[in-house]
T-cell receptor, first 112, second 112 residues
């Protein structure tokens, strides 16, 4: 079945440093989504990418979808303490009702 | 946040007892999902539903059953709880299969 690999598992940064998490799928994706989960909270949808090579920005967050639609990245510029949490990518490869396959997430830890 | 509630929010039970978790939505979304979240495993799909009385298995369905008799309610049952089912359980809803998912607040289950 479809697998979505996400690296790194953990990332420690100093506040103000940049952060990047990468997502790779074993199959071509029709779309990829990114979610954020704060400690003790539930995953919250951030963005969806659909087109090959697509780049979207949300303030300090930049999301990219690879040309082959098998990989994606999330980059945060100048991290802030509010960015702490786990970032998940989730991909959809087919048209099935089972929806998304989630990566295991990257835990972002920020040291003030 | 989308109108999704889960009950109970916390539960402690003993091995061998049946447990039912409830997910309730007010969004009239067609698709509903049950995930479990464990350290190092991310979010894993247990069961999902694509309509009233239409359900199917996910990645980790052994030991779990589901029912959906109304659009707004999706029940997850552990027929005979085991310690390996200690986890955080999230319900999610989606208007379309494979599209943006909105998560409930989660249920923390401890099986002793």
């Amino acid at each position: 079945g479809q697998q979505v690999m996400q690296i790194p598992q953990y990332q420690h940064v100093q506040e103000g440093e940049d952060f990047t998490t990468y997502c790779n799928s074993s199959t071509t994706l029709s779309n990829i989504q990114w979610y954020k989960q704060r400690p003790g909270g539930h995953p919250v949808f951030l963005i969806q990418l659909v087109k090959s090579g697509e780049v979207k920005k949300q303030k300090r967050l930049t999301f990219q979808f690879g040309e082959a639609k098998k990989n994606s990245s999330l980059h945060i510029t100048a991290t802030q303490t509010t960015d702490v949490g786990t970032y998940f990518c989730a991909g959809r490869s087919g048209g099935g009702a089972d929806g998304l396959t989630f990566g295991k997430g990257t835990h972002l830890i920020i040291q003030p | 946040d989308a109108g999704i509630t889960q009950s109970p929010r916390h539960k402690v039970t003993e091995t061998g007892t049946p447990v039912t978790l409830r997910c309730h939505q007010t969004e009239n979304h067609r698709y509903m999902y049950w995930y479990r979240q464990d350290p190092g495993h991310g979010l894993r799909l247990i069961h999902y539903s694509y309509g009233v009385k239409d359900t199917d298995k996910g990645e980790v369905s052994d030991g779990y059953s589901v029912s959906r008799s109304k659009t707004e309610d999706f029940l997850l049952t552990l027929e005979s709880a085991t310690s390996s089912q200690t986890s955080v359980y999230f319900c999610a809803i989606s208007g379309l299969g494979g599209e943006t998912q909105y998560f409930g607040p989660g249920t923390r289950l401890l099986v002793l």
